[in-house]
């Protein structure tokens, strides 16, 4: 079975790169099933209904989020109902949406996400490693599903790969993201589960992580902030991994990254 999963799509240059790009990539590599972070879709803040609508129907599967979730209040109204759209699953018990889900997958397996923020320099949620424990034991591999994805959404590249080895021979794979800036580790871990420490974004490049670069710019040589950040409006790339698992193990097999557009160095797997 092949796996995909995008990194967070930032604002408008991030929704329009995915969806010029993402059909044609599920063509070509036969993607199974696709995961995709969304928690920056709706202007570099949030997610409105309307922007999950555009991911989805580029071919997301599952759209997963982050700190950025609540940015527009109106997913606290359709999070519920929306059952492709996942929050963290280590918000307090009662908040609205889901933070794991079981989907079916194009081949017909069945797929667990699994969405959770780490602990590290960010908002302070129940514990992560908790989290996750929970939601694997009441679906595992083999026992409720057929693979597991979990999206850890973290600042610490040592909380990620905590995270990984955490879950290694337990998931299919373990994915960072928030950082929007993609880096070179996309492997395969000793007992089986694809990792990556941070996935990258989709979006503008030209760009402080996907934001207009001149506020940024001021505010670090001011101290004084003077517009609100707003997400860059150039031509979009897009950074993903692509995963390849076994299907009698549900584990991963090969892992590679996909970078296509401007600022990033292209890749692409030959799976
Ligand atoms: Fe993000
Ligand atoms: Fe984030």
Redesign the pocket.
Same mark, same amino acid.
């Given at each position: 079975m092949k796996l995909l999963f995008l990194g967070?799509v930032v604002g408008r240059s991030g929704r329009k790169v995915v969806a010029a790009l993402l059909p044609g990539l599920i063509e070509k590599h036969r993607f199974d099933f696709v995961v995709v972070n969304g928690? /920056?879709a709706a202007g570099g803040f949030g997610i409105t209904e309307a922007t999950l609508a555009e991911i989805v129907g580029a071919g997301a599967d599952c759209v997963t989020t982050? /700190?950025?979730v609540w940015d527009q209040r109106e997913a606290l109204t359709f999070a519920d109902r929306q059952e492709r759209f996942l929050r963290p699953a280590n918000y307090p018990p009662g908040t609205p949406g889901r933070g794991a889900n079981v989907y079916t997958a194009k081949n017909g397996a069945r797929v667990l996400v699994v969405n959770v923020m780490g602990a590290v320099f960010?908002p302070s949620l129940d514990d992560p490693f908790q989290a996750v424990t929970r939601e694997l034991s009441a679906c595992a591999i083999g026992n409720g599903c057929d693979a597991i994805v979990v999206d850890m !959404?973290a600042e610490a590249s040592s909380e990620k790969q905590t995270m990984g080895y955490y879950l290694d021979g337990k998931a299919s794979l373990v994915i960072g +993201? !928030? +950082? !929007?800036v993609p880096t070179a580790d996309a492997r395969v871990l000793p007992g089986g589960t694809a990792f990556m420490t941070d996935v990258g974004m989709c979006g503008d490049y030209d760009s402080i992580i996907g934001m207009e670069k001149d506020e940024p710019l001021r505010r670090a040589t001011t101290k004084i902030p003077s517009a609100r950040f707003g997400p860059a409006t150039g031509a979009g790339a897009i950074s993903c991994l692509a995963v390849e698992t076994d299907d009698a193990t549900g584990l991963a097999r090969r892992a590679a990254a996909i970078r296509i557009g401007p600022g990033l160095e292209p890749a692409e797997p030959d799976f």
């Amino acid at each position: 079975m092949k796996l995909l999963f995008l990194g967070d799509v930032v604002g408008r240059s991030g929704r329009k790169v995915v969806a010029a790009l993402l059909p044609g990539l599920i063509e070509k590599h036969r993607f199974d099933f696709v995961v995709v972070n969304g928690e /920056n879709a709706a202007g570099g803040f949030g997610i409105t209904e309307a922007t999950l609508a555009e991911i989805v129907g580029a071919g997301a599967d599952c759209v997963t989020t982050g /700190n950025h979730v609540w940015d527009q209040r109106e997913a606290l109204t359709f999070a519920d109902r929306q059952e492709r759209f996942l929050r963290p699953a280590n918000y307090p018990p009662g908040t609205p949406g889901r933070g794991a889900n079981v989907y079916t997958a194009k081949n017909g397996a069945r797929v667990l996400v699994v969405n959770v923020m780490g602990a590290v320099f960010m908002p302070s949620l129940d514990d992560p490693f908790q989290a996750v424990t929970r939601e694997l034991s009441a679906c595992a591999i083999g026992n409720g599903c057929d693979a597991i994805v979990v999206d850890m !959404h973290a600042e610490a590249s040592s909380e990620k790969q905590t995270m990984g080895y955490y879950l290694d021979g337990k998931a299919s794979l373990v994915i960072g +993201t !928030h +950082t !929007h800036v993609p880096t070179a580790d996309a492997r395969v871990l000793p007992g089986g589960t694809a990792f990556m420490t941070d996935v990258g974004m989709c979006g503008d490049y030209d760009s402080i992580i996907g934001m207009e670069k001149d506020e940024p710019l001021r505010r670090a040589t001011t101290k004084i902030p003077s517009a609100r950040f707003g997400p860059a409006t150039g031509a979009g790339a897009i950074s993903c991994l692509a995963v390849e698992t076994d299907d009698a193990t549900g584990l991963a097999r090969r892992a590679a990254a996909i970078r296509i557009g401007p600022g990033l160095e292209p890749a692409e797997p030959d799976f």
